[in-house]
């Protein structure tokens, strides 16, 4: 193994290392020495790829945040209206589902808001470009509010601990399903076979 990859796996074990810590005590309460002493290195070694604690909570998030500015790009790109509400939501559940930790955190952490904050300095800002994306650039004042309520509201149901025991793909449906509702959006025949189904299992039970 080359000395890049095992610098790399160092770094990746150790925001792995310091996103468990922050869910456990908040970035305010995880010191540095504190992810040193959970990976088993020194100091020193969490030196060598990050100077201050601010640099490993915005490399934390940037995954995320470089995802979500991705799959907003891909969705500005669909020919009609439908393709791009449902590819911007799919991808902001996507992302919910993939990253619940760091949904939790952005929940109710300062810290890992002020490091996205950081991170997205001189880039529109994302809730305004998924609103946009959503439901157009000059929404009614319910519509605004709507957006804002399914933005917010997905979040923190796909971050919260109550749904911890949920895997991944029944929690993305329900989240997918449960904004096209909320967009108004048609329902798709895909939930509607399997909301039959499971009736039918329910009855059959």
């Given at each position: ?50 100077k201050t604690k601010d ?62 904050d950081r991170s997205l ?85």
């Amino acid at each position: 193994m080359s000395g890049d990859t095992v610098a790399e796996d160092t770094r990746s074990r150790l925001l792995a290392t310091a996103l468990k810590l922050f869910s456990e005590h908040g970035v305010g309460g995880t010191s540095l020495q504190m992810i040193a002493d959970e990976l088993g290195v020194t100091k020193a070694a969490v030196y060598y790829h990050f100077k201050t604690k601010d640099e490993i909570t915005e490399a934390v998030a940037a995954p995320a945040l470089q995802e979500l500015l991705a799959r907003m790009d891909e969705a500005e790109r669909q020919r009609t209206r439908g393709a791009q509400i449902d590819h911007a939501l799919s991808g902001f559940v996507d992302l919910i589902v993939q990253y619940r930790s760091l949904i939790a955190l952005f929940n109710s952490d300062p810290g890992i808001i002020r490091a996205i904050d950081r991170s997205l300095n001189g880039v529109e800002n994302f809730a305004a470009r998924m609103r946009k994306l959503l439901v157009g650039p000059d929404p009614d004042l319910a519509t605004a509010l709507t957006a804002n309520v399914l933005l917010a509201g997905l979040a923190l149901a796909g971050g919260s601990p109550e749904q911890a025991h949920l895997d991944d793909e029944t929690l993305r449906v329900h989240l997918f399903d449960i904004g096209r509702r909320m967009l108004g959006r048609p329902k798709r025949r895909g939930s509607a076979r399997a909301e039959g189904s499971a009736s039918m299992g329910a009855q059959g039970a």
